[in-house]
């Protein structure tokens, strides 16, 4: 899994089974890998790349990916049923009838010799949906025990159920947006999110970035790194004020966009929410959003793990599901159709 927050590669080695109609998993052992910075801005600016340029770099990544993976299975002895990628998303512009994740699935299987399930997203993108969120359905079928599950990644995603069907939709922003002021000063990110908390509110960079239009769509709905990069960073280079009041600023509004999304959802007195992702971890971020969510939500962070890898996990149970020919993608989540069993199967050779 690479996802928009360009942090690395996130690999984990997951056992996941059925009994009685209940699936059951375990995360045995993960890794992170650090992006260069050569690679981040690869990346970054392949969704700048002429066809030719992007499918040269689809073929290149999906070898790299293949040499990760070998290394991963090589460190920890591993027995590999097969391997289950997300790639990294360029382009997704499904109002146009398409998505592209790059990590070719061919020189994947070839460099491993193993089994490969990806291409995730086409199919639904091809039945009208909108090819995201995928993680819903591990949510529904994992994780049905908490009423909200929230994924604080470079954007920022909700799943839960509502009159019957499981809902699910990118909020926003998170992580993108902190990020990309830190590098501002050259830094990764805000650890703990204590510049963050040094800061005060700029009322005008606020206002702007909750006037976003994206905000007032109705799901099912998703955004990417297309729609930061043209509606969301004009704003915030536009802004003169210190890292700590961008930060801070920052973080009320993701937080402030969240509980508006949840309190309107929210039928009983307590509602459980699980929080995973990289954000989870930003204390001054998960304390702010608690604040905001005024004692009506009771956040529920895991093990760090599984904060980190459970998006992850759910790759490999899609790809389970795909393998079973067993729905994998809800129409209920992304707008499609119908249901599908998505993902597209390489055979080594």
Not at 55 to 83: H, M, R
Request: proline share 2%; with cysteine; net charge negative.
């Amino acid at each position: 899994m690479s996802g928009t927050s360009l942090d690395g590669l996130d690999l984990a080695y997951c056992q996941i089974e059925q009994k009685n109609e209940q699936w059951f998993f375990e995360i045995v052992k993960t890794k992170s890998v650090s992006y260069t910075e050569e690679m981040r801005l690869q990346l970054q600016n392949a969704l700048h790349l002429r066809a030719d340029e992007l499918l040269t770099f689809n073929a290149s990544y999906g070898t790299w990916l293949g040499t990760q993976c070998n290394l991963f299975i090589e460190q920890y002895e591993l027995k590999v049923d097969a391997i289950a990628s997300h790639g990294h998303t360029v382009h997704h512009r499904p109002e146009k009838g398409f998505t592209y994740q790059i990590g070719s699935g061919q020189h994947l299987a070839n460099v491993t010799g193993h089994q490969v399930i990806c291409d995730f997203r086409t199919n639904d993108v091809s039945l009208g949906g909108q090819g995201a969120p995928l993680v819903p359905i591990g949510d529904q079928l994992l994780f049905s025990r908490f009423d909200f599950c929230l994924n604080l990644g470079g954007i920022s995603n909700i799943s839960f159920n509502h009159q019957g069907k499981r809902i699910a939709y990118d909020i926003g922003l998170a992580n993108m947006i902190l990020n990309h002021i830190t590098k501002k000063i050259n830094l990764s990110f805000d650890h703990d999110g204590i510049m963050a908390s040094r800061g005060v509110l700029n009322d005008d960079m606020l206002k702007r970035l909750n006037a976003l239009a994206y905000y007032e769509l109705d799901f099912p709905k998703s955004t990417g790194y297309e729609w930061f990069l043209k509606e969301v960073v004009p704003i915030v280079d536009s802004i003169n004020d210190t890292i700590e009041n961008l930060l801070h600023t920052a973080v009320h509004h993701i937080c402030e966009q969240i509980s508006h999304q949840i309190l309107l959802y929210t039928n009983k007195p307590t509602s459980t929410m699980l929080v995973t992702g990289g954000g989870a971890l930003n204390s001054f971020l998960m304390k702010t959003l608690q604040s905001k969510l005024k004692g009506n939500i009771e956040i529920i962070t895991s093990d760090k793990i599984l904060i980190e890898f459970k998006e992850t996990l759910v790759f490999a149970f899609m790809g389970v599901l795909r393998l079973e020919q067993k729905i994998n993608v809800l129409s209920s989540v992304t707008g499609a159709r119908k249901d599908s069993s998505s993902g597209v199967i390489f055979e080594p050779s």
